[in-house]
């Protein structure tokens, strides 16, 4: 197999970096304080197994009950689990396309087949991803979608798990940069799965935590599956006040969508064909300049964007909303390539 390839994270300093959706602004600082006070405590002990300080304020801020989170090593782990969980061997998993790539790897990983949906050129999803037999045991959709940013409804992800014969994973990775959520339905079906990340919008991709909502009865199961300690003491610490923090997160959050309405307009006046973005990225497509040309032109620049080819559907550049001097120079960039 292939392997999933991540987008570049050089180790020298100097490049803009918009090619992987970091938060371009520091995180909560309760979070170094967290981290700190767990340092103080020392380190010589394993952690608590579920990580029961972050589950019960994660609780309190998202209106559920402790026992129907599950906590990751990264929102990756949790979509490794619960693949781990479902999929055996010869079965079959549902993936959108294009999306994140990452999903077929985890089915191969499992040995199991996948099966790409295309979504329609709109951007929505033909009804056919909500159907299938006893062999489908399970469905990803990444919502907001990547590399779209757009968002499928809740209404109609119900309606598509509704008539589902296995899970539904909704990968809510940039669901804090949008205007619904599917939090409310994991109720409403045990079918529905929700994970989420405190990688993008709470600034902590170096930290790695995330974690998944859904029915404790499932909860339960794929807590066997899990590595035993598969979050740390300083993760757990740093994500918990980070989730307690909902002051910073509306604050970023408010800052991060201004910048991506002047991204959006700006990029359009460059002649780009664009879809208004619910995530902190938006997808780009030049009618006349090769985006591959484009994406190296800007890395000669020292600027990083993400090129992505997707074979059947085309390919374009993923911007990630960084600060505004950030997107300026990209913009800047861009225009004198163009
Ligand atoms: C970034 C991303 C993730 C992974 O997030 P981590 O919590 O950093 O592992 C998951 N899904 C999608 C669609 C992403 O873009």
């Known amino acids: 197999m292939a392997g999933y390839e991540p987008g570049e994270q050089p180790q020298q300093d100097g490049f803009i970096k918009l090619n992987t959706n970091e938060n371009p602004y520091r995180c909560s600082p309760a979070v170094g304080q967290a981290v700190e006070e767990a340092l103080r405590s020392g380190l010589q002990k394993y952690p608590d197994p579920v990580a029961q300080a972050f589950r019960a304020k994660a609780a309190e801020v998202l209106g559920v009950d402790p026992d129907w989170i599950l906590c990751g090593n990264g929102s990756d782990d949790i979509l490794t689990i619960v693949t781990r969980a479902f999929v055996g061997a010869g079965q079959l998993v549902r993936l959108p396309y294009p999306s994140y790539v990452l999903y077929k790897t985890l089915a191969q990983i499992q040995g199991a087949r996948s099966e790409e949906v295309g979504f329609e050129r709109d951007w929505t999803l033909p009804d056919r991803f909500g159907q299938g037999d006893g062999d489908l045991r399970l469905v990803f959709l990444a919502n907001p979608n990547s590399p779209s940013g757009t968002v499928i409804p809740p209404e109609r992800v119900l309606e598509l798990a509704e008539r589902l014969p296995c899970p539904l994973l909704v990968d809510e990775a940039y669901a804090d940069f949008a205007e619904t959520d599917c939090?409310?339905?994991?109720?409403?079906?045990?079918?529905?799965?929700?994970?989420?990340?405190?990688?993008?919008?709470?600034?902590?991709?170096?930290?790695?935590?995330?974690?998944?909502?859904?029915?404790?009865?499932?909860?339960?199961?794929?807590?066997?599956?899990?590595?035993?300690?598969?979050?740390?003491?300083?993760?757990?610490?740093?994500?918990?006040?980070?989730?307690?923090?909902?002051?910073?997160?509306?604050?970023?959050?408010?800052?991060?969508?201004?910048?991506?309405?002047?991204?959006?307009?700006?990029?359009?006046?460059?002649?780009?064909?664009?879809?208004?973005?619910?995530?902190?990225?938006?997808?780009?497509?030049?009618?006349?300049?090769?985006?591959?040309?484009?994406?190296?032109?800007?890395?000669?620049?020292?600027?990083?964007?993400?090129?992505?080819?997707?074979?059947?559907?085309?390919?374009?550049?993923?911007?990630?909303?960084?600060?505004?001097?950030?997107?300026?120079?990209?913009?800047?960039?861009?225009?004198?390539?163009?």
């Open 183 to 338: 939090l409310g339905l994991v109720a409403q079906n045990e079918k529905i799965l929700v994970s989420r990340s405190l990688s993008k919008s709470y600034a902590l991709a170096g930290v790695r935590f995330g974690f998944l909502v859904a029915q404790p009865q499932l909860i339960r199961h794929l807590l066997k599956v899990k590595d035993s300690y598969n979050c740390d003491t300083l993760a757990i610490a740093a994500a918990t006040a980070a989730i307690g923090d909902q002051e910073w997160l509306a604050a970023t959050r408010a800052r991060i969508l201004a910048t991506r309405r002047r991204l959006t307009e700006r990029i359009g006046e460059l002649g780009f064909h664009t879809v208004e973005s619910q995530a902190n990225f938006t997808w780009n497509v030049h009618p006349e300049r090769p985006a591959r040309q484009l994406y190296e032109g800007l890395k000669r620049k020292r600027i990083l964007v993400r090129y992505m080819d997707y074979p059947g559907w085309g390919d374009g550049l993923r911007i990630t909303v960084g600060s505004d001097d950030q997107v300026d120079a990209c913009l800047e960039g861009l225009e004198e390539l163009i």
